[in-house]
């Protein structure tokens, strides 16, 4: 079992929608990441959140916008996404000192139509 | 800019023999943090080894080793004894400091089929 939950499994949306990923982890991580995967690649950083702030933006379209309610949720809101958008989207969370190892969730199985 | 970069995208072994997954990295940094993830088709990453670039030691966890050639900024993974539940993509990751975190720089990945 994972120790970093993420919900839905699986989201299916059209370009018009607006949806939003959730991650959650109670092992007092302060550190969290957003990362998207296509098939058979690696995973790419799009954000961190240190401390419930957003330290690391990798030049991530608006159409995606992270938020941090507190040190043990991070969400994904997403809007106006493009087919190209659709990929396996894993959340991940730390300690917080960097050479600590992240852990990940299952991730969400994301589908634009 | 650090790179990672993993020369084999495929590799099989037989159950129970040993295999071993090359990563070379570039990095002009010199305090780092090495680190090796698989992801089995259930998709969720889990950490293998990890590899502080201080410790001259090579890493070891149960069946999993790593051979850690700073000067050659060489960082392979080593499977004994291979199972099915091996059969997975393995991932190779440079750790990025930041004064608030890390970023890790993943290498393209070796999908490792273990056959019975």
């Known amino acids: 079992d994972t120790e970093v939950t993420q919900t839905p499994k699986h989201l299916v949306m059209g370009m018009t929608n607006k949806k939003s990923l959730k991650c959650e982890q109670h092992?007092?991580?302060?550190?969290m990441y957003w990362y998207k995967q296509k098939a058979k690649k690696p995973p790419e950083l799009m954000f961190v959140?240190?401390?419930?702030?957003?330290?690391i933006n990798e030049s991530v379209p608006s159409r995606f916008s992270p938020e941090c309610p507190n040190s043990s949720l991070l969400n994904l809101h997403l809007h106006a996404l493009q087919p190209e958008d659709s990929a396996l989207y894993l959340c991940?969370?730390?300690?917080?000192?960097?050479?600590?190892?992240?852990?990940f969730g299952d991730g969400t199985r994301l589908s634009i139509l | 800019a650090q790179t990672v970069t993993q020369s084999q995208p495929e590799m099989s072994v037989q159950e129970a023999e040993t295999v071993t997954l090359s990563c070379t990295y570039d990095t002009s940094e010199n305090n780092y943090y090495l680190f090796w993830y698989k992801q089995p088709p259930s998709r969720q990453m889990i950490l293998v080894i990890r590899q502080e670039a201080y410790k001259q030691q090579n890493a070891t966890e149960n069946r999993f080793s790593v051979n850690f050639q700073k000067a050659a900024k060489s960082f392979s993974l080593k499977i004994s004894d291979s199972q099915l539940g091996d059969t997975a993509m393995y991932f190779c990751?440079?750790?990025?400091?930041?004064?608030?975190?890390?970023?890790?720089?993943f290498g393209q990945g070796t999908e490792l089929s273990v056959k019975p």
């Open positions: 092992m007092g991580h302060r550190a």
């Open positions: 959140y240190s401390y419930e702030k957003l330290s």
């Open positions: 991940a969370s730390s300690q917080g000192q960097g050479n600590q190892p992240q852990h």
């Open positions: 990751a440079f750790m990025k400091l930041y004064n608030q975190g890390g970023k890790l720089i």
